[in-house]
């Protein structure tokens, strides 16, 4: 029932966005009014179709730094994240790849494998 309400909030909110757009500049709007921001963001993040399809439109875009350096500022979606790449094998290859490459973080992931290693044979 929750998820209708907001479904019904966020159609409603892209609809009267989309009608404010007839009578005048959306953007300015959405820039200059923070009630009509919040409506609008809602509806996007109520909406998993918006919402993907926002995402995707940050990463490929300008905004890509801006959404990375969010992400890893969360300790959530950091904890998140760190939790998906453990759980698949190939990113996890692929994150140890490229550590190391770098001759210091290439020391610090053997010193990591060898502790591990001793652990194990206790």
Do not use: Y
């Not at 959306?26 to 996007?44: C, G, H, N, P, Y």
């Not at 490459?101 to 290693?117: E, I, N, P, W, Y």
Request: glycine residues 8%; proline residues 1%; contains cysteine.
């Amino acid at each position: 029932m929750r998820r209708s309400w907001g479904r019904i909030a966020g159609i409603a909110a892209l609809t009267g966005a989309f009608a404010m757009g007839c009578s005048g500049d959306v953007s300015k709007r959405l820039v200059s009014d923070t009630a009509f921001q919040a409506s609008v963001m809602e509806a996007i993040a109520a909406n998993p179709d918006l919402a993907t399809a926002m995402v995707d439109r940050m990463l490929a875009g300008e905004t890509r730094e801006l959404v990375m350096e969010r992400v890893l500022a969360s300790s959530g979606a950091v904890q998140g994240l760190m939790t998906k790449v453990a759980q698949d094998q190939t990113i996890l290859d692929g994150v140890i790849n490229l550590a190391v490459q770098d001759s210091a973080m290439r020391a610090h992931v053997l010193t990591l494998f060898k502790g591990m290693q001793m652990m194990r044979s206790n």
